[in-house]
Protein backbone atom coordinates (compact mmCIF):
# COMPACT_ATOMS: atom_id res chain seq x y z
CA UNK A 1 0.00 0.00 0.00
CA UNK A 2 2.67 2.40 0.94
CA UNK A 3 4.58 1.17 -2.14
CA UNK A 4 1.26 2.52 -4.14
CA UNK A 5 1.13 5.39 -2.73
CA UNK A 6 4.58 6.48 -3.32
CA UNK A 7 3.91 5.78 -7.18
CA UNK A 8 0.75 7.62 -7.13
CA UNK A 9 2.66 10.89 -5.68
CA UNK A 10 5.07 10.65 -8.42
CA UNK A 11 2.57 10.17 -11.28
CA UNK A 12 0.65 13.54 -9.35
CA UNK A 13 3.63 15.35 -9.49
CA UNK A 14 4.77 17.91 -12.26
CA UNK A 15 6.95 15.28 -14.08
CA UNK A 16 8.70 14.88 -17.06
CA UNK A 17 5.89 13.26 -18.94
CA UNK A 18 3.99 16.76 -18.85
CA UNK A 19 7.21 18.92 -19.81
CA UNK A 20 7.86 16.45 -22.63
CA UNK A 21 4.15 16.76 -23.62
CA UNK A 22 4.29 20.36 -23.67
CA UNK A 23 7.97 20.52 -25.91
CA UNK A 24 6.36 18.35 -28.78
CA UNK A 25 3.14 20.28 -28.83
CA UNK A 26 4.97 23.88 -29.13
CA UNK A 27 7.04 22.31 -31.42
CA UNK A 28 4.79 21.20 -33.75
CA UNK A 29 2.78 24.32 -33.08
CA UNK A 30 5.48 26.32 -34.11
CA UNK A 31 6.35 23.91 -36.79
CA UNK A 32 2.76 24.11 -38.44
CA UNK A 33 2.49 27.84 -37.86
CA UNK A 34 5.91 28.67 -39.66
CA UNK A 35 5.17 26.38 -42.38
CA UNK A 36 1.71 28.23 -42.43
CA UNK A 37 3.43 31.27 -42.73
CA UNK A 38 6.13 30.46 -45.49
CA UNK A 39 2.84 28.73 -47.27
CA UNK A 40 1.05 32.11 -47.00
CA UNK A 41 3.80 34.59 -48.29
CA UNK A 42 5.75 32.20 -50.46
CA UNK A 43 3.33 29.64 -52.33
CA UNK A 44 1.82 32.26 -54.65
CA UNK A 45 5.44 33.82 -55.97
CA UNK A 46 6.05 30.22 -56.71
CA UNK A 47 3.55 29.26 -58.40
CA UNK A 48 3.90 32.14 -60.33
CA UNK A 49 7.74 31.13 -61.25
CA UNK A 50 6.41 27.13 -61.94
CA UNK A 51 3.74 28.96 -64.44
CA UNK A 52 6.73 30.88 -65.75
CA UNK A 53 8.62 28.26 -65.93
CA UNK A 54 5.94 26.07 -67.82
CA UNK A 55 4.80 28.56 -70.27
CA UNK A 56 8.21 29.21 -71.48
CA UNK A 57 8.43 25.32 -71.55
CA UNK A 58 5.76 25.61 -74.23
CA UNK A 59 7.28 27.96 -75.82
CA UNK A 60 10.43 26.14 -76.38
CA UNK A 61 8.09 23.06 -77.39
CA UNK A 62 6.14 25.17 -79.89
CA UNK A 63 9.05 26.92 -81.46
CA UNK A 64 11.17 23.59 -81.64
CA UNK A 65 8.14 21.54 -83.21
CA UNK A 66 7.60 24.78 -86.14
CA UNK A 67 10.82 23.99 -87.22
CA UNK A 68 10.28 20.41 -88.08
CA UNK A 69 6.58 20.21 -88.74
CA UNK A 70 3.93 21.99 -90.58
CA UNK A 71 1.37 24.83 -88.83
CA UNK A 72 -1.36 23.23 -90.39
CA UNK A 73 -0.49 19.47 -90.13
CA UNK A 74 -2.28 17.20 -87.96
CA UNK A 75 0.79 16.47 -85.82
CA UNK A 76 1.63 20.25 -84.91
CA UNK A 77 -1.89 21.04 -83.99
CA UNK A 78 -2.41 18.04 -82.00
CA UNK A 79 0.61 18.82 -80.02
CA UNK A 80 -0.16 22.64 -79.86
CA UNK A 81 -3.42 21.80 -77.99
CA UNK A 82 -2.37 19.46 -75.80
CA UNK A 83 0.27 22.12 -74.53
CA UNK A 84 -1.35 24.42 -73.90
CA UNK A 85 -4.67 21.58 -72.05
CA UNK A 86 -1.68 20.69 -70.20
CA UNK A 87 0.04 24.11 -68.85
CA UNK A 88 -4.05 25.68 -68.87
CA UNK A 89 -2.86 28.50 -71.77
CA UNK A 90 -4.47 30.19 -74.26
CA UNK A 91 -2.09 30.92 -77.27
CA UNK A 92 -2.22 32.05 -81.09
CA UNK A 93 -0.01 32.37 -83.98
CA UNK A 94 -0.08 35.04 -86.09
CA UNK A 95 1.67 35.60 -89.19
CA UNK A 96 3.92 38.46 -90.19
CA UNK A 97 0.96 39.87 -92.21
CA UNK A 98 -1.39 39.64 -89.20
CA UNK A 99 -3.07 36.14 -90.15
CA UNK A 100 -3.94 33.93 -87.26
CA UNK A 101 -2.33 30.80 -88.10
CA UNK A 102 -3.46 29.21 -85.23
CA UNK A 103 -5.11 29.48 -81.90
CA UNK A 104 -6.26 27.59 -78.95
CA UNK A 105 -9.62 29.58 -78.33
CA UNK A 106 -12.32 30.49 -80.66
CA UNK A 107 -12.33 34.28 -79.78
CA UNK A 108 -8.69 35.31 -80.78
CA UNK A 109 -9.57 39.33 -81.30
CA UNK A 110 -8.16 39.78 -77.83
CA UNK A 111 -5.59 37.42 -78.38
CA UNK A 112 -4.13 39.69 -81.53
CA UNK A 113 -5.05 43.13 -79.90
CA UNK A 114 -2.62 42.22 -77.00
CA UNK A 115 0.00 40.77 -79.74
CA UNK A 116 -0.69 44.63 -81.37
CA UNK A 117 0.25 46.25 -78.21
CA UNK A 118 3.33 44.71 -77.52
CA UNK A 119 4.23 45.18 -80.82
CA UNK A 120 3.66 48.58 -80.54
CA UNK A 121 4.81 49.13 -76.88
CA UNK A 122 1.63 50.17 -75.58
CA UNK A 123 2.28 48.06 -72.54
CA UNK A 124 4.53 49.54 -69.77
CA UNK A 125 4.36 46.97 -67.61
CA UNK A 126 8.39 45.72 -66.59
CA UNK A 127 9.47 42.77 -68.34
CA UNK A 128 9.94 39.51 -65.84
CA UNK A 129 11.83 37.99 -68.86
CA UNK A 130 13.65 39.06 -71.70
CA UNK A 131 15.66 37.39 -74.77
CA UNK A 132 16.18 37.62 -78.39
CA UNK A 133 13.22 35.44 -79.26
CA UNK A 134 10.47 36.47 -76.39
CA UNK A 135 9.35 38.54 -73.07
CA UNK A 136 7.06 37.52 -70.33
CA UNK A 137 5.52 39.78 -68.24
CA UNK A 138 2.71 40.51 -65.95
CA UNK A 139 -0.42 41.74 -67.91
CA UNK A 140 -4.17 43.03 -66.52
CA UNK A 141 -7.00 42.76 -69.05
CA UNK A 142 -9.47 45.70 -68.42
CA UNK A 143 -12.20 44.40 -69.63
CA UNK A 144 -12.19 40.91 -67.83
CA UNK A 145 -10.43 42.54 -64.43
CA UNK A 146 -8.15 39.60 -64.81
CA UNK A 147 -4.33 39.72 -64.78
CA UNK A 148 -2.40 37.72 -66.62
CA UNK A 149 1.19 35.96 -67.05
CA UNK A 150 2.07 36.52 -70.59
CA UNK A 151 4.52 35.73 -73.17
CA UNK A 152 5.31 36.80 -76.75
CA UNK A 153 8.02 36.18 -79.40
CA UNK A 154 8.90 34.97 -82.69
CA UNK A 155 9.43 31.39 -83.84
CA UNK A 156 12.00 30.46 -85.80
CA UNK A 157 9.77 30.35 -89.19
CA UNK A 158 8.90 34.16 -88.28
CA UNK A 159 5.87 33.69 -87.20
CA UNK A 160 5.15 35.35 -84.04
CA UNK A 161 3.39 33.69 -81.02
CA UNK A 162 1.54 34.96 -78.05
CA UNK A 163 0.90 33.11 -75.09
CA UNK A 164 -0.95 33.51 -71.02
CA UNK A 165 -1.91 32.26 -68.10
CA UNK A 166 -4.71 33.60 -65.66
CA UNK A 167 -2.90 34.52 -62.15
CA UNK A 168 -6.09 34.65 -60.09
CA UNK A 169 -6.73 30.75 -60.57
CA UNK A 170 -2.45 30.88 -58.44
CA UNK A 171 -4.28 33.40 -55.74
CA UNK A 172 -7.29 30.87 -55.19
CA UNK A 173 -5.01 27.90 -54.98
CA UNK A 174 -2.75 29.61 -53.23
CA UNK A 175 -6.23 30.83 -50.54
CA UNK A 176 -6.98 27.75 -50.83
CA UNK A 177 -3.93 25.37 -49.78
CA UNK A 178 -3.50 27.87 -46.91
CA UNK A 179 -7.04 27.47 -45.33
CA UNK A 180 -6.78 23.92 -45.75
CA UNK A 181 -3.49 23.60 -43.99
CA UNK A 182 -4.97 26.10 -41.03
CA UNK A 183 -7.58 23.00 -40.65
CA UNK A 184 -5.17 20.05 -41.06
CA UNK A 185 -3.07 21.57 -38.93
CA UNK A 186 -5.13 22.17 -36.32
CA UNK A 187 -6.38 18.80 -36.52
CA UNK A 188 -3.01 17.14 -36.53
CA UNK A 189 -1.85 19.17 -33.41
CA UNK A 190 -5.12 17.72 -31.37
CA UNK A 191 -4.51 14.21 -32.86
CA UNK A 192 -0.60 14.17 -31.97
CA UNK A 193 -1.42 16.38 -28.77
CA UNK A 194 -3.34 12.70 -27.68
CA UNK A 195 -0.85 10.51 -29.44
CA UNK A 196 2.21 12.28 -27.51
CA UNK A 197 0.54 12.08 -24.13
CA UNK A 198 0.13 8.12 -24.55
CA UNK A 199 3.83 7.97 -25.62
CA UNK A 200 4.94 10.22 -23.35
CA UNK A 201 3.71 8.12 -20.65
CA UNK A 202 5.43 4.84 -22.34
CA UNK A 203 8.71 7.05 -22.06
CA UNK A 204 8.53 8.58 -18.34
CA UNK A 205 7.05 5.51 -16.80
CA UNK A 206 10.58 3.86 -16.79
CA UNK A 207 11.66 6.72 -15.69
CA UNK A 208 9.75 7.27 -12.78
CA UNK A 209 10.19 3.64 -12.09
CA UNK A 210 13.75 4.07 -11.75
CA UNK A 211 13.32 7.63 -9.33
CA UNK A 212 11.06 5.93 -6.94
CA UNK A 213 14.08 3.10 -7.30
CA UNK A 214 16.67 5.77 -5.98
CA UNK A 215 14.21 7.02 -3.67
CA UNK A 216 14.08 3.59 -2.04
CA UNK A 217 17.75 2.92 -2.41
CA UNK A 218 18.54 6.57 -0.44
CA UNK A 219 16.33 5.04 2.14
CA UNK A 220 18.89 1.57 2.14
CA UNK A 221 15.79 -0.18 0.83
CA UNK A 222 16.76 -2.76 -1.88
CA UNK A 223 14.16 -4.95 -2.20
CA UNK A 224 12.73 -2.67 -5.23
CA UNK A 225 14.02 -3.64 -9.10
CA UNK A 226 14.10 -2.66 -12.26
CA UNK A 227 12.37 -5.21 -14.25
CA UNK A 228 10.31 -3.50 -17.20
CA UNK A 229 13.38 -4.97 -19.36
CA UNK A 230 14.20 -3.58 -23.55
CA UNK A 231 17.61 -3.15 -24.77
CA UNK A 232 17.39 0.69 -24.93
CA UNK A 233 19.11 3.33 -22.87
CA UNK A 234 17.31 3.70 -20.31
CA UNK A 235 16.48 -0.59 -19.45
CA UNK A 236 20.91 -0.18 -19.48
CA UNK A 237 19.97 2.22 -16.93
CA UNK A 238 18.31 0.40 -14.70
CA UNK A 239 20.45 -2.65 -15.00
CA UNK A 240 22.82 -0.78 -13.64
CA UNK A 241 20.47 0.25 -11.11
CA UNK A 242 19.66 -3.38 -9.90
CA UNK A 243 23.61 -3.93 -10.22
CA UNK A 244 24.79 -0.82 -8.03
CA UNK A 245 21.45 -2.04 -5.74
CA UNK A 246 22.89 -5.66 -5.05
CA UNK A 247 26.48 -3.73 -4.54
CA UNK A 248 25.46 -1.43 -2.24
CA UNK A 249 23.13 -4.07 -0.11
CA UNK A 250 26.27 -6.22 -0.36
CA UNK A 251 28.54 -3.42 1.14
CA UNK A 252 26.75 -1.92 3.27
CA UNK A 253 25.87 -5.94 4.60
CA UNK A 254 29.60 -6.15 4.90
CA UNK A 255 30.36 -2.42 6.75
CA UNK A 256 27.20 -3.66 8.97
CA UNK A 257 29.27 -6.85 9.59
CA UNK A 258 32.20 -5.63 9.97
CA UNK A 259 30.83 -2.18 12.18
CA UNK A 260 29.51 -4.94 14.14
CA UNK A 261 32.98 -7.19 14.60
CA UNK A 262 34.39 -3.72 15.99
CA UNK A 263 31.98 -3.16 18.33
CA UNK A 264 32.35 -6.35 20.08
CA UNK A 265 36.50 -6.11 19.77
CA UNK A 266 35.87 -2.61 21.46
CA UNK A 267 33.28 -4.10 23.95
CA UNK A 268 36.01 -7.09 24.47
CA UNK A 269 38.97 -4.34 24.67
CA UNK A 270 37.08 -2.96 27.00
CA UNK A 271 35.72 -5.81 29.16
CA UNK A 272 39.88 -6.98 28.87
CA UNK A 273 40.75 -4.19 30.29
CA UNK A 274 38.44 -3.82 33.04
CA UNK A 275 39.46 -7.26 33.85
CA UNK A 276 43.12 -6.20 33.45
CA UNK A 277 41.93 -3.34 36.10
CA UNK A 278 40.49 -5.35 38.64
CA UNK A 279 42.81 -8.34 38.55
CA UNK A 280 45.35 -5.52 39.64
CA UNK A 281 42.90 -4.32 42.17
CA UNK A 282 42.47 -7.61 43.39
CA UNK A 283 46.27 -8.83 43.11
CA UNK A 284 47.46 -5.40 44.28
CA UNK A 285 44.72 -5.95 47.24
CA UNK A 286 45.74 -9.35 47.75
CA UNK A 287 49.25 -8.32 48.15
CA UNK A 288 48.64 -5.45 50.74
CA UNK A 289 47.98 -7.76 53.82
CA UNK A 290 50.56 -9.81 53.93
CA UNK A 291 53.40 -7.64 52.83
CA UNK A 292 51.95 -4.94 55.22
CA UNK A 293 51.99 -7.69 58.16
CA UNK A 294 55.48 -8.71 57.54
CA UNK A 295 56.96 -5.37 56.97
CA UNK A 296 55.18 -4.17 60.50
CA UNK A 297 56.83 -7.70 62.05
CA UNK A 298 59.85 -7.30 60.78
CA UNK A 299 60.58 -3.59 61.61
CA UNK A 300 59.19 -4.95 65.23
CA UNK A 301 62.10 -7.23 65.14
CA UNK A 302 64.59 -4.95 63.68
CA UNK A 303 63.45 -2.27 66.67
CA UNK A 304 63.38 -5.38 69.64
CA UNK A 305 60.08 -4.35 70.23
CA UNK A 306 59.85 -8.04 72.00
CA UNK A 307 63.07 -9.47 73.34
CA UNK A 308 62.01 -12.48 74.97
CA UNK A 309 62.23 -15.52 72.25
CA UNK A 310 59.02 -16.37 72.23
CA UNK A 311 57.72 -13.06 70.92
CA UNK A 312 60.36 -13.37 68.12
CA UNK A 313 59.27 -16.20 67.34
CA UNK A 314 56.10 -15.66 66.88
CA UNK A 315 56.82 -12.70 64.99
CA UNK A 316 58.95 -14.88 62.60
CA UNK A 317 55.87 -17.42 62.11
CA UNK A 318 53.78 -14.55 60.75
CA UNK A 319 56.36 -13.43 58.56
CA UNK A 320 56.64 -16.43 57.55
CA UNK A 321 53.31 -17.34 57.55
CA UNK A 322 52.39 -14.46 55.34
CA UNK A 323 55.43 -14.67 52.73
CA UNK A 324 54.43 -18.53 52.12
CA UNK A 325 50.84 -17.14 51.23
CA UNK A 326 52.45 -14.36 48.63
CA UNK A 327 54.12 -17.45 47.62
CA UNK A 328 51.64 -19.37 47.13
CA UNK A 329 48.96 -16.55 45.27
CA UNK A 330 52.05 -16.23 42.90
CA UNK A 331 52.34 -19.94 41.78
CA UNK A 332 48.14 -19.81 41.61
CA UNK A 333 48.69 -17.63 39.36
CA UNK A 334 51.39 -18.53 37.33
CA UNK A 335 49.34 -21.58 37.24
CA UNK A 336 45.87 -19.83 35.93
CA UNK A 337 47.91 -17.64 33.01
CA UNK A 338 49.70 -21.04 31.92
CA UNK A 339 46.17 -22.94 31.59
CA UNK A 340 44.45 -19.98 30.41
CA UNK A 341 47.13 -19.01 27.39
CA UNK A 342 47.20 -23.11 26.69
CA UNK A 343 50.63 -22.89 27.13
CA UNK A 344 50.34 -25.69 30.37
CA UNK A 345 49.53 -29.03 27.83
CA UNK A 346 47.65 -31.64 29.14
CA UNK A 347 48.57 -35.11 29.40
CA UNK A 348 45.74 -37.48 29.20
CA UNK A 349 45.65 -41.04 30.82
CA UNK A 350 43.55 -43.82 32.16
CA UNK A 351 43.79 -44.20 36.21
CA UNK A 352 41.99 -45.11 39.09
CA UNK A 353 40.47 -41.35 40.29
CA UNK A 354 38.74 -43.52 43.54
CA UNK A 355 42.37 -44.09 44.96
CA UNK A 356 43.48 -40.32 43.58
CA UNK A 357 39.96 -38.76 46.27
CA UNK A 358 40.94 -41.65 49.15
CA UNK A 359 44.79 -40.45 48.69
CA UNK A 360 43.74 -36.50 49.10
CA UNK A 361 41.61 -37.43 51.74
CA UNK A 362 43.53 -39.64 53.82
CA UNK A 363 46.27 -36.33 53.43
CA UNK A 364 43.07 -33.89 55.01
CA UNK A 365 42.07 -36.41 57.59
CA UNK A 366 43.91 -34.77 60.47
CA UNK A 367 42.31 -31.45 59.41
CA UNK A 368 38.46 -33.32 59.39
CA UNK A 369 38.82 -35.09 62.75
CA UNK A 370 40.29 -31.31 64.72
CA UNK A 371 37.20 -29.68 62.77
CA UNK A 372 34.74 -32.46 63.81
CA UNK A 373 33.58 -32.72 60.53
CA UNK A 374 31.37 -35.72 59.44
CA UNK A 375 32.92 -37.41 55.96
CA UNK A 376 31.17 -39.63 54.12
CA UNK A 377 33.05 -41.08 51.15
CA UNK A 378 31.91 -44.63 49.71
CA UNK A 379 33.87 -46.10 46.47
CA UNK A 380 34.81 -49.73 46.98
CA UNK A 381 35.45 -50.00 43.43
CA UNK A 382 37.79 -48.56 41.38
CA UNK A 383 36.18 -46.00 39.15
CA UNK A 384 38.43 -45.28 35.94
CA UNK A 385 38.75 -42.21 33.53
CA UNK A 386 40.33 -40.55 31.18
CA UNK A 387 41.79 -37.04 32.02
CA UNK A 388 44.88 -35.29 33.32
CA UNK A 389 45.80 -37.03 36.64
CA UNK A 390 47.59 -33.89 37.79
CA UNK A 391 44.98 -31.31 37.12
CA UNK A 392 42.26 -33.34 38.31
CA UNK A 393 43.44 -33.84 41.82
CA UNK A 394 44.02 -29.59 41.83
CA UNK A 395 40.12 -29.35 40.44
CA UNK A 396 39.41 -32.00 43.60
CA UNK A 397 41.43 -30.23 46.64
CA UNK A 398 39.72 -27.10 45.70
CA UNK A 399 36.70 -28.43 46.07
CA UNK A 400 37.58 -30.17 48.97
CA UNK A 401 39.87 -27.85 50.71
CA UNK A 402 36.24 -25.23 50.58
CA UNK A 403 34.30 -27.57 51.65
CA UNK A 404 36.58 -27.98 54.94
CA UNK A 405 36.74 -24.45 55.58
CA UNK A 406 33.03 -23.43 54.70
CA UNK A 407 31.40 -26.53 56.01
CA UNK A 408 29.21 -25.89 58.84
CA UNK A 409 26.45 -27.43 61.26
CA UNK A 410 22.97 -26.76 60.40
CA UNK A 411 21.05 -24.87 61.89
CA UNK A 412 19.91 -26.15 65.53
CA UNK A 413 16.18 -25.79 64.30
CA UNK A 414 17.14 -27.96 60.65
CA UNK A 415 19.24 -30.81 62.54
CA UNK A 416 19.16 -33.16 64.53
CA UNK A 417 20.30 -34.49 67.67
CA UNK A 418 23.70 -36.12 66.38
CA UNK A 419 24.02 -33.88 63.36
CA UNK A 420 26.65 -31.50 63.21
CA UNK A 421 28.80 -30.78 60.51
CA UNK A 422 28.82 -33.44 57.25
CA UNK A 423 30.98 -33.41 53.97
CA UNK A 424 30.32 -35.98 51.03
CA UNK A 425 31.93 -37.10 48.25
CA UNK A 426 30.63 -39.02 45.92
CA UNK A 427 30.49 -40.78 42.10
CA UNK A 428 27.84 -41.14 40.00
CA UNK A 429 28.66 -42.62 36.61
CA UNK A 430 26.21 -41.56 33.03
CA UNK A 431 26.19 -41.52 29.97
CA UNK A 432 29.78 -42.04 29.50
CA UNK A 433 30.50 -39.63 32.01
CA UNK A 434 31.47 -40.08 35.83
CA UNK A 435 30.46 -36.91 38.06
CA UNK A 436 32.41 -36.46 41.20
CA UNK A 437 30.50 -34.13 43.66
CA UNK A 438 31.70 -32.78 47.02
CA UNK A 439 28.67 -31.79 49.39
CA UNK A 440 28.91 -29.71 52.33
CA UNK A 441 26.63 -28.36 55.41
CA UNK A 442 26.28 -24.97 56.00
CA UNK A 443 24.70 -21.53 54.81
CA UNK A 444 23.62 -21.71 50.53
CA UNK A 445 25.85 -19.22 48.45
CA UNK A 446 23.29 -16.41 47.49
CA UNK A 447 22.04 -16.83 44.36
CA UNK A 448 23.38 -13.84 42.55
CA UNK A 449 27.02 -14.97 43.72
CA UNK A 450 26.94 -18.38 42.04
CA UNK A 451 27.58 -17.25 38.02
CA UNK A 452 30.42 -15.17 40.08
CA UNK A 453 32.23 -17.88 42.26
CA UNK A 454 34.41 -18.68 38.61
CA UNK A 455 36.10 -15.15 38.53
CA UNK A 456 39.05 -14.58 39.80
CA UNK A 457 39.51 -12.79 43.27
CA UNK A 458 35.50 -13.27 43.87
CA UNK A 459 35.12 -14.20 47.17
CA UNK A 460 32.01 -15.20 48.72
CA UNK A 461 33.04 -13.94 52.85
CA UNK A 462 36.10 -12.30 52.10
CA UNK A 463 36.87 -12.39 56.28
CA UNK A 464 36.94 -16.55 56.51
CA UNK A 465 38.81 -16.58 52.92
CA UNK A 466 41.26 -14.35 54.55
CA UNK A 467 41.02 -16.08 57.92
CA UNK A 468 41.99 -19.98 56.39
CA UNK A 469 44.55 -18.11 53.42
CA UNK A 470 42.06 -18.20 50.17
CA UNK A 471 43.06 -15.99 47.42
CA UNK A 472 39.77 -16.40 45.43
CA UNK A 473 41.66 -18.13 42.39
CA UNK A 474 41.10 -21.49 43.42
CA UNK A 475 37.51 -21.64 41.43
CA UNK A 476 39.20 -19.52 39.09
CA UNK A 477 41.89 -22.53 38.44
CA UNK A 478 38.93 -25.45 38.08
CA UNK A 479 37.12 -23.07 35.21
CA UNK A 480 40.35 -22.86 33.42
CA UNK A 481 41.04 -26.75 33.80
CA UNK A 482 37.53 -28.11 32.92
CA UNK A 483 37.03 -25.43 30.32
CA UNK A 484 40.38 -27.46 29.16
CA UNK A 485 39.19 -30.72 29.74
CA UNK A 486 35.85 -29.48 27.24
CA UNK A 487 33.39 -30.95 30.21
CA UNK A 488 31.01 -30.11 32.62
CA UNK A 489 31.65 -28.01 36.06
CA UNK A 490 29.46 -25.87 38.19
CA UNK A 491 28.22 -25.26 41.87
CA UNK A 492 24.30 -26.76 43.14
CA UNK A 493 22.85 -24.72 46.36
CA UNK A 494 20.77 -27.15 48.72
CA UNK A 495 18.76 -25.74 51.68
CA UNK A 496 21.38 -27.28 53.99
CA UNK A 497 24.92 -26.16 52.00
CA UNK A 498 26.16 -26.75 48.87
CA UNK A 499 27.36 -29.16 46.19
CA UNK A 500 30.80 -28.72 43.66
CA UNK A 501 30.86 -30.91 40.92
CA UNK A 502 32.74 -31.95 37.84
CA UNK A 503 32.81 -34.75 35.12
CA UNK A 504 35.42 -36.55 33.73
CA UNK A 505 35.11 -39.51 30.24
CA UNK A 506 34.73 -42.89 31.92
CA UNK A 507 37.52 -45.62 31.04
CA UNK A 508 35.71 -48.87 32.33
CA UNK A 509 39.04 -51.28 33.70
CA UNK A 510 40.00 -53.55 30.86
Known amino acids: MERDKEKAKYRNSSSIRVELAIIFIILMVVTIGLYWIVNTLFLEKYYRLEKQRGIVKAYENIDSLAEKEDMQGEVFQKAFFQWCAAGNLDAAIISPSLDVLLSSEGEDALLVRRLLDHLFDKDDRPALLTTEKY ?54 IVVCAIIIWFVSKKITSPILDLAHISERMAQLDFEAKYTRGGSNELALLGKNMNELSEALERTISE ?49 NVNDDPESRDYYCDVIKDE ?33 LIEGCI ?15 FSAEQPCFVWADEFKVEEVFMNYFSNAMHYCQAP ?28 FNTGAPIPEESLPKLWDKFYKVDKARSREYGGSGLGLSIVKAIMEAFGREYGAINYGNGVEFFFELDSAAEP
Do not use: C
Not at 147 to 152: G, P, S, T
Not at 324 to 351: C, P, W, Y
Not at 362 to 376: E, P, R, T, V
Open 362 to 376: QSNMLFIKQNGIDLS
Open 411 to 438: PASDRGEDEGKRIEVKFALRQGKVRISV
Open 323 to 355: SGKMNQLVLSLISLNHLESGEDALTFERFDVRE
Open 135 to 188: VVRNSRDPRMQMDYLELWGSLKGGDIIIMRTALDSIRESAAISNRFLAYAGFFM
Open 255 to 303: LKTANAELKRDIALKEKQEAVRMEFLSSVAHELKTPLALIQGYAEGLKD
